[in-house]
């Protein structure tokens, strides 16, 4: 088993470091079922969900498979896997009553075993549906046809009782890896997770497993590049092997993800004490923290107007996601035309005429019209052009102001060009726009702790 600390995106890593592990590890496969997926009309929800779920027992998910709802395919992905060598497959979906649900049916054939009727299961799955026969009437044959259906479970498997109709199965196949079949509808599989995990055939996999120690750090207006170049450097005088390390750039934001088994906690802090020492200026998380938990925070006993237009009201939207977002947004105006920004925010017309609608004077001015409109401490004003068209080479499209102003006369402003599509634009500007009030927040924090001496 080679276990690498590896980083770069994920179209070009970089290796900087590797060593032979020879530690037991349990690997683990998903295989997610649904022709809907293959098509692109529905997005998976269950295999991003089950891998992080699978990580944080400590298991080493080595394969992520998308199927469609035939049989021949399910069963030539289950084949793939078994030679691979993993330990554990997770499938979801293709437990129901219909025709194209035969996922029951391919394990039992995997497994070299024969379907056989759960009685007690079968009476179990009657009385759900009949709970539900008001809504739906169905003819009492094809009742117990489905119920039949979904009752069959193949020989020696542990059947897991059903969220919806659909029983789950954990399935043992001898000199091969032991799968769980869960269904897909992702509350229920969700809420059938725990009861998986607690059954004997899945409880014999996971028993070796040893969970992954992990920090996460998170940076802003640090490129990609020089997060790879720096590991390169570290890993020439730090021996990087037992971390596993990931590099992903969000938006506007950097984060690295460090694993490792029990016992390099001491390689890992050494390695986070670099990256603080060499990028301090962009390192705003190293407890996990994200932009928005800081915000919550930071703005307690605050009060923030928000004045926006190329955003259209998604700096708002973001802040207000949390619980109790009530208690520091004060309100927002979309102030999309120049009549919206000149008569809800009190831009002046003319400063509107003599530097244009997107710029970094009106930007402050609808900041500041912001925190006057809903009497807050703190304002933020948002302008820009999003594209796709509407740029100048003055101005180009991704141009965007940006300004934080408060009742103590701070202020802070930016007026990047940001590269992407519209919608990512409009996202990485909110993202700038949380960083800006994050950095005059921290900067009012420390000014009062100096007053008092803290």
Known sequence: MSNKATVGGADNPTTVGGADNPTTEVRAAIVVTGTELLSGRITDCNGPWLARRLGELGVEVAHLMCVGDRPADLAAAL???ASQGVDLVVTSGGLGPTADDLTAEVLARFAGVELE??????????????????????????????????????CGAEPLDPVGTAPGLVVPVVGGPTVIA????????????????????????LAPVQPFASARLRLFGLPESEIAATLREVSATLDLAPLEITTCLRGAELEID???????????????????????????????????DQLAGLLTGRRIGL??????????ARLTERPGSSAYVAGGVVAYSNAAKTELLGVPAELIEQHGAVSPEVAAAMADGARKRFGADIGCGITGVAGPGGG??????????????????????RDPVLPGTRAEIRDRSV???????????RAAEAEAAQATGA
């Open 258 to 292: 460090i694993r490792h088994r029990p016992g390099a906690e001491a390689i890992c802090a050494a390695l986070i004490d670099q990256l603080r020492a060499r990028h301090s200026r962009y390192l705003f998380s190293t407890d996990g923290s994200s932009l928005d």
């Open 307 to 316: 004045g926006e237009s190329c955003t259209g009201g998604l700096l708002a």
């Open 392 to 413: 100048t080479e003055a101005k180009p499209v991704g141009y965007v102001c940006l300004c934080v102003t408060t009742n103590d006369g701070a202020a802070l402003a």
């Open 182 to 205: 869960l269904p897909g509808p992702p509350h229920e599989l969700q809420a059938m997770w725990p009861a998986a995990l607690a059954t004997s055939g899945a409880a014999a996999v």
């Open 79 to 81: 084949r793939f896997l």
């Open 431 to 441: 993202t700038v726009a949380m960083h800006l009030l994050r950095r005059v927040l």
């Open 117 to 154: 009727l759960d009685e007690a299961m079968e009476q179990q799955i009657a009385a759900i549906l009949a709970r539900y026969g008001h809504l739906a009437p169905m003819d009492p044959k094809t009742l117990r046809v489905a119920n039949r259906k979904q009752a069959m479970v193949p």
